[in-house]
């Protein structure tokens, strides 16, 4: 049959099946990863800096460093990389009460690895605090 007029502009195409079946599947992994119970074996994910993040070609790049970083990202895990780290349960408990702080805070859902990441970077920028909790540990006896 010849194309033209007659055809649906609103049909499915196999991009558009494709593109639907990824956007879908990328949005399980993050509703799996908010949902997932947290155990200590799991991995905290870190930020690489806010500069590698807004790179792009320039109309994108624009727009990327006029938005706050959460709406500038493609998703969670967009500019970060995988870092073990191991922690006791306590902390991992913890960091999931902080979460539900955060999202009671902000009154939105918050990503357990924004809050786990921020707060390194608290840590970061008051090593003070950090100090202080290495010596309840133990640090500095000798």
Do not use: C
Not at 14 to 28: F, N
Not at 102 to 115: L, Q
Not at 118 to 130: D, G, K, T
Request: hydrophobic share 30%.
């Amino acid at each position: 049959m010849k194309q033209g007029s007659a055809d649906d502009p609103f049909a499915d195409t196999e991009q558009d099946t494709a593109d639907e079946e990824e956007s879908a599947t990328e949005q399980e992994a993050i509703e799996t990863e908010q949902d997932t119970p947290a155990t200590g074996d799991d991995v905290v994910e870190t930020s690489t800096s806010t500069e590698e993040t807004q790179e792009g070609d320039s109309s994108t790049g624009v727009q990327r460093q006029s938005l706050p970083y959460i709406h500038s990202r493609n998703g969670v895990k967009d500019g970060r990389t995988q870092r073990p780290v191991f922690l006791r349960e306590h902390i991992e408990t913890g960091i999931d009460d902080l979460v539900d702080h955060m999202e009671a805070e902000f009154g939105e859902d918050v990503y357990k690895t924004d809050v786990t990441e921020a707060a390194m970077a608290v840590a970061q920028e008051n090593p003070e605090l950090v100090a202080a909790k290495l010596e309840e540990w133990g640090y500095g006896w000798s």
